[in-house]
């Protein structure tokens, strides 16, 4: 069914209801090639003029730090001012990826620029760097009305977060490494619940005018949680194929990513059972299996986030949400499975008891009894 089609249908409905009078008001669509076209012309754009800007002005600037910074913050500022312009669709298109190549190229100038003048060598080495790397992006998400504009500044407030985390975790904690499983598991779990409040409150979100700004903060928080599970999953991994020790290490703190997940899944499936008014037995079922498949799964918590996402994006009918679950699930499984840390018997036993635990539920998910629900 074309979009045309399903936005006829929902109309019909509508009226159906009494919501709505009247036909379908028109929409007009630019075509996907020239949309691509015109975003491709943005991006292009905007390299000749980084490239402009570096041989005039970047080459002058080079090692001086406070005007790398203000460069850096005037390159930010245009962007800002190039999506509040007024256009056609076909050239919003191209402004507005012209105006995100320039926003991400003023960043890095601005944390470089404000690294060299506070005698920053190394990027990676300064937990506080990274925490004003995240209010900066805090501040854009507000200040940038553009939608993508927005989930990248999301999303770039989580990852800089992690990285002062695992920075701030590091300096205590030998192998530097170790510090990573529980600290992106931590970020990934309070991600996760993020999105699961954005999804238990959209309705009213939506109702209060706020639904835009707070979507690509959710989808941020979703890609971030599910990132984050996968990096920790795949922490587990012999150390001789990451770092080329050729041993394998162990990474402290790893079942504290499956646990908070596993905590997550069980308080959303605890709250579903509430707004969908089911039985207590059906509840207690929902429970139990919720809890031991947290349990089976508590060294694999991509598996975990990957379900929560399935039943986030059945909730609300995401299919890209939907999309990213399975992957998470399946490549989850993959990495889980492939690590030399536990036996082979451990891990088909793991698995197998999953397996066995989802089919015994659906079994007796299917003596329960069944009722309309109204909501």
């Known amino acids: 069914m074309s979009d045309l089609q399903i936005e006829q249908t929902l109309w019909q409905r509508l009226a159906s209801r009494g919501a709505v009078q009247g036909d379908r008001p028109a929409s007009l669509r630019t075509p996907w090639p020239i949309r691509l076209l015109?975003?491709?012309?943005?991006?292009?754009?905007?390299?000749?003029?980084?490239?402009?800007?570096?041989?005039?002005?970047?080459?002058?600037?080079?090692?001086?730090?406070?005007?790398?910074?203000?460069?850096?913050?005037?390159?930010?500022?245009?962007a800002a001012v190039v999506y509040r312009t007024k256009?056609?669709?076909?050239?919003?298109?191209?402004?507005?990826?012209?105006?995100?190549?320039?926003?991400?190229?003023?960043?890095?100038?601005?944390?470089?620029?404000?690294?060299?003048?506070?005698?920053?060598?190394?990027?990676?080495?300064?937990?506080?760097?990274?925490?004003?790397?995240?209010?900066?992006?805090?501040?854009?998400?507000?200040?940038?009305?553009?939608?993508?504009?927005?989930?990248?500044?999301?999303?770039?407030?989580?990852?800089?977060?992690?990285?002062?985390?695992?920075?701030?975790?590091?300096d205590m904690v030998a192998p530097r490494w170790t510090a990573m499983p529980p600290m992106i598991g931590l970020l990934g779990a309070l991600a996760l619940a993020g999105a699961v409040a954005f999804v238990s409150g959209e309705e009213r979100v939506a109702a209060s005018g706020r639904h835009a700004p707070w979507e690509p903060a959710a989808d941020a928080s979703l890609v971030f949680a599910l990132g984050g599970m996968l990096v920790v999953t795949g922490?587990?991994?012999?150390?001789?194929?990451?770092?080329?020790?050729?041993?394998?290490?162990?990474?402290?703190?790893?079942?504290?990513?499956?646990?908070?997940?596993?905590?997550?899944?069980?308080?959303?499936?605890?709250?579903?059972?509430?707004?969908?008014?089911?039985?207590?037995?059906?509840?207690?079922?929902?429970?139990?299996?919720?809890?031991?498949?947290?349990?089976?799964?508590?060294?694999?918590?991509?598996?975990?986030?990957?379900?929560?996402?399935?039943?986030?994006?059945?909730?609300?009918?995401?299919?890209?949400?939907?999309?990213?679950?399975?992957a998470t699930m399946l490549v989850g499984f993959v990495w889980y499975y492939s690590t030399l840390q536990w036996t082979l018997l451990a891990k088909s036993a793991t698995l197998a008891g999953a397996g066995g635990l989802l089919l015994g539920v659906r079994a007796v998910a299917m003596r329960l009894p069944r009722a309309e629900v109204s909501r």
């Not at 050239?91 to 507005?96: M, Y």
Request: proline share 2%; charged share 10%; with cysteine.
């Open 38 to 78: 015109m975003g491709g012309a943005g991006w292009l754009g905007a390299l000749f003029f980084q490239v402009f800007l570096i041989g005039t002005v970047f080459a002058a600037t080079r090692g001086n730090g406070p005007a790398m910074a203000v460069t850096g913050a005037v390159m930010i500022g245009a």
């Open 87 to 170: 256009a056609r669709e076909s050239a919003r298109i191209a402004l507005g990826q012209f105006a995100l190549a320039l926003s991400l190229g003023g960043q890095g100038m601005l944390v470089v620029g404000v690294a060299e003048t506070l005698g920053y060598r190394e990027l990676f080495g300064t937990a506080s760097l990274w925490l004003g790397v995240a209010a900066l992006e805090v501040l854009l998400f507000a200040v940038v009305p553009d939608r993508l504009h927005r989930f990248l500044s999301g999303l770039g407030v989580w990852l800089a977060l992690a990285l002062a985390g695992c920075i701030a975790l590091g």
């Open 235 to 326: 922490a587990i991994h012999p150390a001789s194929i990451i770092f080329g020790t050729g041993r394998t290490w162990y990474a402290p703190g790893a079942w504290l990513a499956g646990a908070l997940s596993g905590g997550v899944l069980v308080a959303f499936a605890l709250a579903e059972c509430k707004r969908l008014a089911c039985d207590t037995r059906t509840s207690a079922t929902m429970l139990v299996t919720a809890i031991a498949f947290s349990a089976l799964m508590v060294y694999a918590p991509a598996v975990t986030a990957g379900v929560v996402a399935l039943m986030l994006a059945l909730r609300r009918g995401a299919l890209t949400w939907m999309g990213l679950a399975i």
